[in-house]
């Protein structure tokens, strides 16, 4: 890893303050090579200025969406909703949901529906280096947000649907 050393130095904020930083920053961490990808792949650079542009974006808090299977919306634990969210509503999907997710496990698909939720949370909820790597490769499709485990969220819609009383809960 021959850039390593140099982001020893950066933080966050340094990463994600540029296109050039965040290829940089996934130059140490192999991710061109390990992925099979050319550093001037324009996908992967045009996908990564969309989430540096993201990050730039947001003051503060931030509207995400993750869609997940239950039987109903009673079914949900809510104290831990998940950490694999999307930026964009049309970006969720139930992406390896059994595998994943032991979530999903706990009652027969064949009863499960899709539910898709709606949150705020706090850009500093949210893993920047996951979800930039998430983002090199997947893109706009899912607009992958990764937020760190038991992360403070507000529920503010399912299925679209805005609550009366938001839902405290937990990624």
Aim: with cysteine; charged share 25%; glycine share 4%.
């Amino acid at each position: 890893m021959k850039y390593f050393k140099l982001y020893e130095q950066h933080n966050i904020e340094s990463i994600m303050s540029s296109d050039d930083n965040a290829v940089e920053y996934l130059k140490s961490i192999d991710f061109f090579e390990s992925h099979g990808y050319e550093e001037d792949d324009y996908v992967i650079l045009d996908n990564i200025y969309d989430i540096i542009e993201i990050y730039k974006s947001i003051d503060e808090n931030i509207t995400i969406h993750r869609a997940m299977k239950a039987p109903s919306v009673d079914d949900i634990d809510f104290s831990q909703t998940g950490y694999f969210w999307s930026f964009k509503r049309d970006g969720v999907g139930t992406y390896d949901a059994g595998s994943m997710n032991d979530f999903n496990q706990k009652w027969d698909s064949s009863t499960a529906k899709t539910i898709v939720l709606t949150a705020t949370t706090h850009k500093d909820n949210i893993s920047w280096l996951d979800t930039l790597v998430a983002n090199a490769i997947y893109g706009e499709e899912q607009s992958e947000c990764y937020l760190t485990k038991g992360s403070d969220i507000t529920i503010t819609h399912i299925d679209d649907s805005i609550l009366e009383s938001p839902i405290n809960a937990k990624s």
